[in-house]
């Protein structure tokens, strides 16, 4: 199953991770390469907070989906910081997340190449060895 996931849910998505993380004071924010980065971005510019270069002591750390947990887990000891995701294809436990996603679900973010998304879906397929 493929999601086009849009601007316009992009953008609500930003007025929902900010609307929790209004009264909070981070230090910076930091978006996790390369699905983050767009999410970091926006928030920093709603948030008015800095944009970091990489996680500091009580930032606010996001990315674009928890699936397996390889790239949030490292940074999960950063003292003080709070992690947020655009989708979790799992139950959230000590992260934050906008929207849960089935599992075998492809996501389709409005900054991606659109033209390559079937191959990049086989490739993700072909990686976790699911046809």
């Known amino acids: ?14 007025e929902y991770i900010a609307n929790k993380c209004k009264s909070l004071k981070f230090s910076g924010i930091y978006g996790i390469p390369r699905g983050g980065l767009c ?6 510019h709603k948030l008015n907070v800095k944009l970091t ?9 996001v990315d674009d989906v928890y699936e397996t947990g390889f790239s949030l887990n490292p940074l999960r000891g950063i003292e003080g910081s709070m992690f947020f995701v655009l989708f979790s294809k799992k139950k959230p436990t000590w992260w934050n997340t906008v929207n849960i996603s089935q599992e ?3 996501i389709v973010f409005p900054w991606e190449n659109k ?17």
């Open 1 to 14: 199953m493929i999601n086009y996931f849009s601007w316009s849910e992009f953008d609500k998505s930003v």
């Open 104 to 106: 075998k679900e492809w």
């Open 53 to 61: 270069s990489e996680p500091i002591k009580n930032s606010l750390i």
């Open 115 to 131: 033209e390559n998304t079937l191959r990049d879906h086989k490739k993700y397929l072909d990686k976790r060895g699911v046809n």
């Open 39 to 44: 999410l970091a971005v926006a928030l920093s």
